[in-house]
């Protein structure tokens, strides 16, 4: 009986960790041998920790205000006080829930729209990726600051409109950066091979010629 205990345990120790912990080490490791790759992680950990805990751990409210003025940083406010006695510190911590759920809201919809652009008027090219691509140029050609100050002057300031104002001004960005490659990629012989056995065209996009584009999407 004991042994057949210490088989089990010795089968339990010596079980090979599964696939996410695999990942898990595999992807702190490429972190600690990459030391700007590690500092960006952790910065945008805390970041998204802020924007999760921040009301709670909040020490005044975002609009309580008090007689101290222009107050420097001191122990009762870190980041001191602006004109109206407000704490700054607290300020910074509810407000980067919105500004991480809109930053991160609309570039993902920016990505998915621009991909989505790129890969379909690039493979099918002639005047269907003219006519896109300039379109994209006339936006590129305007800095993106101007560009999203002229947008926020026509449809006016409000939470829709910034995330509106993320996600136009970065369509082209993306559309630009996938377009470049899907150029090289749709002349390889695998997609080629893909049109040869009669694939539909979304299976071409989506299975053959995206996987190639992820990792620029990541960078």
Do not use: C
């Not at 700007?36 to 802020?50: E, K, N, Q, Y």
């Not at 990505?111 to 379909?120: Q, R, Y």
């Not at 003219?130 to 926020?152: F, I, K, V």
Request: hydrophobic residues 50%; glycine residues 8%.
């Amino acid at each position: 009986m004991a042994s057949a205990e210490q088989e089990t345990a010795l089968r339990l120790v010596a079980k090979p960790p599964g696939r996410t912990a695999v990942r898990l080490r595999s992807v702190f490791r490429q972190l600690r041998a990459n030391p700007l790759a590690f500092v960006g992680t952790v910065i945008v950990l805390v970041f998204l920790l802020m924007a999760v805990f921040g009301p709670v751990i909040a020490p005044y409210g975002p609009e309580d205000q008090s007689g101290d003025l222009r107050q420097p940083p001191s122990a009762l406010h870190l980041f001191g006080t602006d004109n109206l006695g407000r704490d700054v510190f607290s300020r910074v911590l509810v407000g980067s829930r919105d500004i991480v759920s809109l930053a991160g809201f609309g570039t993902v919809i920016a990505v998915v729209i621009g991909t989505a652009v790129g890969l379909t008027v690039t493979y099918e090219g002639g005047w269907i990726e003219e006519l896109t691509m300039r379109l994209m140029d006339s936006m590129l050609s305007l800095p993106a600051g101007m560009l999203a100050l002229l947008l926020l002057g026509a449809v006016g300031p409000s939470r829709e409109s910034v995330l509106l104002v993320i996600i136009i001004v970065y369509i082209p960005i993306v559309a630009r950066v996938v377009r470049s490659v899907v150029l090289d990629i749709k002349t390889r012989g695998f997609v080629d091979a893909a049109r040869l056995r009669g694939e539909r065209r979304f299976y071409v996009l989506t299975r053959e010629i995206l996987p190639s584009v992820i990792p620029t999407l990541v960078v």
